[in-house]
């Protein structure tokens, strides 16, 4: 009843331009078919700008399958937690319709935070984007662990220390 109708996009899909932003994207889930399927659960979609699914989340998506690829190399599982932002009253909410009309919250911007081990070292990062689209590199949207967990008020890999979620090794988060 909750979850809202996204049967083939938002109801002022031609007027705003939110595509069916994915939360897990779709190729990465592609272990099986029945894991495949869940990512087109609408409860896994959001109200996400066109320019920005298509573009840099697309991209920062990609990015990060390259990081997940380095496991056949030696380095430890990838963690990716990912989510959306939206304003907390009395900041003013946007919203739009899905196609019964129910109203959705669109969400201000969207998060990924990172994290991953080589050689028993722990290397953490963070991406923050705004729900529209941008030109910026990858690199622009970098934000620490910790930041991300002061906006968001969640505790992101809780038994890492907080020195190893407030720095950024760019040496390796190298970019592709």
Known sequence: KDQPN??????DYNRLKYDRGHQIASADRL???EANVQTFYYTNMTAQKAGLNQKKWNELEIQLREWSDRVKKGYDTLFVVTGAIVPTPPAEITWTK??????AAVPTSY??????KKEGKVYTIGFEMENKESPNALRSYEKTVVELEKKT????FPSLSKKEKESIDSSFWVYN
């Open 111 to 116: 998060y990924k935070v990172l994290m991953q």
């Open 98 to 103: 899905d196609k019964s009309g129910r109203e």
């Open 31 to 33: 272990c099986s078919t």
């Open 153 to 156: 008020g969640f505790t992101f």
């Open 6 to 11: 996204l049967k083939s996009a938002w109801a």
